[in-house]
């Protein structure tokens, strides 16, 4: 397994942003959503839920 990461996504689908900028602004980074789900990798790609930041 590998070590413990927080979840970021980009993709057409992905959200483009909150109503509130400065909401928006906290949730993406270079134009990846971080999602606030820490994760773990294992060696044949599968994600695994490991807990969740508290942002705020």
């Known amino acids: 397994m590998g ?3 927080e979840l ?3 993709a057409p689908w ?5 109503s509130d900028p400065d909401d928006t ?3 993406f ?3 990846w959503l971080l999602t606030g789900d820490l ?8 994600l695994y839920f490991r ?6």
């Open 3 to 5: 070590s413990v990461g």
């Open 8 to 10: 970021a996504a980009r």
């Open 14 to 18: 992905v959200m483009k942003g909150y």
């Open 25 to 27: 602004r906290r949730a």
């Open 29 to 31: 980074h270079n134009g």
């Open 39 to 46: 994760m773990v990798m294992d060696d044949k790609g599968l």
């Open 51 to 56: 807990g969740a930041l508290r942002r705020g």
